[in-house]
């Protein structure tokens, strides 16, 4: 058996480690993406909420400044 089988066999124990690797990885990888997909849709939320303020400043009839009786 050569160095590097020796070295992924893992002493018998690869069906276990190899996995633990991997779910560490996946884990690893949400973790960083996580923040990165949220602020986009943070950012996508404000838009769509500052695009219907301003549409409803629009269609809204301008106030007057003198209160009628």
Same mark, same amino acid.
Do not use: K
């Given at each position: 058996?050569?160095?590097?089988?020796?070295?992924?066999?893992?002493?018998?124990?690869?069906? #276990? /480690?190899?996995?633990? #690797?991997?779910?560490?990885? /996946? /884990?690893?990888?949400?973790?960083?993406?996580?923040?990165?997909?949220?602020?986009?849709?943070?950012?996508?939320?404000?838009?769509?909420?500052?695009?219907?303020?301003?549409?409803?400043?629009?269609?809204?009839?301008?106030?007057?400044?003198?209160?009628?009786?």
């Amino acid at each position: 058996m050569s160095a590097l089988q020796h070295f992924l066999a893992m002493g018998g124990y690869a069906a #276990y /480690v190899w996995p633990a #690797y991997a779910v560490f990885f /996946v /884990v690893l990888i949400a973790d960083s993406a996580a923040p990165q997909l949220r602020r986009r849709r943070i950012l996508r939320e404000l838009h769509g909420r500052l695009a219907r303020q301003a549409a409803r400043a629009r269609r809204a009839p301008p106030s007057s400044a003198t209160p009628t009786p």
